[in-house]
């Protein structure tokens, strides 16, 4: 099965509750995509769900592409309809294991991020904020015709460390009243 817009029929896939609301966490998960080699184009990774009938959910996946690519995506659904399908386009030269997460800021925002080495991670596309926080998250795999060509989980995390970068934002008052934008007078800073 697949999950995407109107269509929910994927079985077995494995979710567990979120953090609740106000608190910041991540969902993680170490992937072995050595296998991932097949001619139907093959997916794995992270869903963050909220409900079915309407759909609202997002797949954070790697993908198997069978014009032989790999890339990295997500497909966020909300009421039936694929609201966004971003992805990083082909990358090239990946090791047999990737990463991918989400992050939330315990408030409205969940990040989808990959990485190949565990360390840095890079957003795929942008931050998706219309799910809400009442969502469960796990793990999801499509594997096409071909069950030899299967990824293979090493872990899957929820983890309530504080991983949400901060938000912060800055207004200086008072016009500069010099040459080249120097203040004349002291600014107030908020």
Same mark, same amino acid.
């Given at each position: 099965?697949?999950?995407?817009?109107?269509?929910?029929?994927?079985?077995?896939?494995?979710?567990?509750?979120?953090?609740? $609301?106000?608190?910041?966490?991540?969902?993680?998960? !170490?992937?072995?995509?050595?296998?991932?080699? @097949?001619?139907?184009?093959?997916?794995?990774?992270?869903?963050?769900?909220?409900?079915?009938?309407?759909?609202?959910?997002? !797949?954070?996946?790697?993908?198997?592409?069978?014009? @032989?690519?790999?890339?990295?995506?997500?497909?966020?659904?909300?009421?039936?309809?694929?609201?966004? +399908?971003?992805?990083?386009?082909?990358?090239?030269?990946?090791?047999?294991?990737?990463? +991918?997460? &989400?992050?939330?800021?315990?408030?409205?925002?969940?990040?989808?991020?990959?990485?190949?080495?565990?360390?840095?991670?890079?957003?795929?596309?942008?931050?998706? *904020?219309?799910?809400?926080?009442?969502? !469960?998250?796990?793990? !999801?795999?499509?594997?096409?015709?071909?069950?030899?060509?299967?990824?293979?989980?090493?872990?899957?995390? &929820?983890?309530?460390?504080?991983? $949400?970068?901060?938000?912060? *934002?800055? $207004?200086?008052?008072?016009?500069?009243?010099?040459? +080249?934008?120097?203040?004349?007078?002291?600014?107030?800073? *908020?």
């Amino acid at each position: 099965g697949d999950m995407i817009g109107g269509t929910a029929t994927a079985q077995n896939v494995l979710l567990q509750p979120a953090p609740p $609301a106000g608190e910041t966490w991540a969902a993680t998960t !170490k992937v072995d995509v050595s296998d991932l080699t @097949g001619a139907d184009g093959q997916q794995t990774g992270l869903v963050v769900w909220q409900r079915e009938n309407p759909n609202h959910f997002a !797949k954070i996946t790697f993908i198997h592409k069978p014009d @032989g690519s790999d890339w990295f995506e997500y497909v966020l659904t909300t009421n039936n309809n694929t609201v966004r +399908l971003p992805n990083t386009g082909a990358v090239n030269n990946l090791p047999d294991e990737i990463y +991918l997460r &989400v992050v939330s800021d315990g408030e409205s925002t969940i990040t989808p991020q990959y990485s190949v080495d565990g360390e840095d991670w890079l957003p795929i596309g942008e931050p998706i *904020t219309e799910l809400g926080m009442d969502v !469960k998250v796990g793990l !999801k795999i499509s594997a096409g015709s071909d069950a030899a060509n299967m990824a293979r989980y090493d872990w899957f995390r &929820v983890d309530c460390a504080d991983r $949400a970068a901060p938000r912060t *934002t800055a $207004a200086m008052s008072g016009a500069p009243g010099g040459e +080249l934008g120097w203040h004349t007078t002291p600014p107030t800073m *908020t």
